[in-house]
Each structure stands twice: as C-alpha cells, then as structure tokens.
T-cell receptor, first 112, second 114 residues
Framework: GENVEQHPSTLSVQEGDSAVIKCTYS??????FPWYKQELGKRPQLIID?????GEKKDQRIAVTLNKTAKHFSLHITETQPEDSAVYFC???????????FGQGTELSVKP | NAGVTQTPKFQVLKTGQSMTLQCAQDMNHNSMYWYRQDPGMGLRLIYYSASEGTTDKGEVPNGYNVSRLNKREFSLRLESAAPSQTSVYFC?????????????FGDGTRLSIL
C-alpha cells in the first residue's frame, strides 16, 4: 500500500550542528519527493524537492538525497540556526491516484 | 496574489452540527486537496480533485463530503460533526492533473468539536 515512514519524530541539535531526517516509501513507482517545513501555527511550505532522475539536490544549507533502489530519501541541514526549528515533513508522490502521501513529521529543535 | 485562501480560520461546533469549510485558489491550478493534521499523524489526505468535475477519496474520507464548485473553489463538508473530527484542516492546490509538482497550502482551519 501507500506508505511513507519518517524518522526521527523529534530531533534536538546545537546551533551550528547538522541535522538529518530520513524517510522510506513503499511504492517503487514514486518519482517525486518534496520536503515541507511547518512553523508553529503556520502552513506547510515547500523547502526543497527531488525527482527520481536525480540522486542529490542542494540549495544553500539544505540538501536532499534519494536512493531509489532502497526506496529512501533524506533531508540534510548543515550549520543549523535557531530559525530552522520547525516540523519537517517528507512526502512521496504516488502516480496511481495522483496524490502525495506524507510522513508523520519530525520536530526539529535547534538550541542556541 | 493570495494563493490558497481558507475560511473560516477557527470554528467551534457541537457534536452533530454540520458545516462547510471553504477553499479558493487564484493560481489557475487544476488540482485541489483537503488534508487534516493531527499531532503525530502528519498530513492525511481526506479528498482530492485532480481536475474540475472530478473528486476522489483519500486516506481518511469517512464523515466528509466535498464539492468542486468550479476551477477555483473546493469545499469540504462535515454533515454530522464528531469529536474525532477535531483537527486542523488544510486545503492545497497544484498545477495538476496527474503531475508531480509542489502543492501550495492555505493557512488552515482550526476546528474544535465539543
């Protein structure tokens, strides 16, 4: 079935450290994997996405890697800052039905 | 340029009451979605509309109905509200249909059912 597992559920790091969040998906036909950031009381906002023809994508301090064989993808945040504190969601696009399935979310806390 | 607009922002209902959550987008998107967000559960898809004139069930459709009124508007109706439907509801849209493009979210409706 359609399923996205996300780990860890909470993550606490010191300012300046790196943070890594991992997701696995169930459908080998998935070909699009976005990541969303949600600050407290706000809407989810897209921060980076990757398509299946690419193994890695970077945007300043944020990078995403994709391993299609293992069906997992990861978000990497380097040089974390307090404003990175938020809940992060991964998602996988399932062609059958044309919909995104989201992971359960990771609450990231960056301590000054 | 509002993007995705949801109304109301907050609502308190009594068990058994009905209400309709409204969503409108001004990005000329074809696809629209309704999610609910509960602590520790992520975003779960309730219903979606891949294009004007079509609607489909998502992961958790029971207790809800939807209407794709036109290309811009997609409403979610609770016919007989239950406490288990207390949640934050998000509407989203994407260029669609059947694409793998980012979804844009509204600000959400915080719904409490007593």
């Amino acid at each position: 079935g359609e399923n996205v597992e996300q780990h860890p559920s909470t993550l606490s790091v010191q300012e300046g450290d790196s943070a890594v969040i991992k997701c696995t998906y169930s459908d080998s036909a998935s070909n699009y994997f976005p990541w969303y950031k949600q600050e407290l009381g706000k809407r989810p906002q897209l921060i980076i996405d990757i398509r299946s023809n690419v193994g890695e994508k970077k945007d300043q301090r944020i990078a995403v890697t994709l391993n299609k064989t293992a069906k997992h993808f990861s978000l990497h945040i380097t040089e974390t800052q307090p404003e990175d504190s938020a809940v992060y969601f991964c998602a996988a696009y399932y062609n059958q039905g044309g919909k995104l399935i989201f992971g359960q979310g990771t609450e990231l806390s960056v301590k000054p | 340029n509002a993007g995705v607009t949801q109304t109301p922002k907050f609502q308190v209902l009594k068990t058994g009451q009905s209400m309709t959550l409204q969503c409108a987008q001004d990005m000329n998107h074809n696809s629209m979605y309704w999610y609910r967000q509960d602590p520790g559960m992520g975003l779960r898809l309730i219903y979606y509309s891949a294009s004007e004139g079509t609607t489909d069930k998502g992961e958790v459709p029971n207790g809800y109905n939807v209407s794709r009124l036109n290309k811009r508007e997609f409403s979610l109706r609770l016919e007989s509200a239950a406490p288990s439907q207390t949640s934050v509801y998000f509407c989203a849209s994407s260029p669609g249909p059947w694409d793998n493009q980012p979804q844009h979210f509204g600000d959400g409706t915080r719904l409490s059912i007593l």
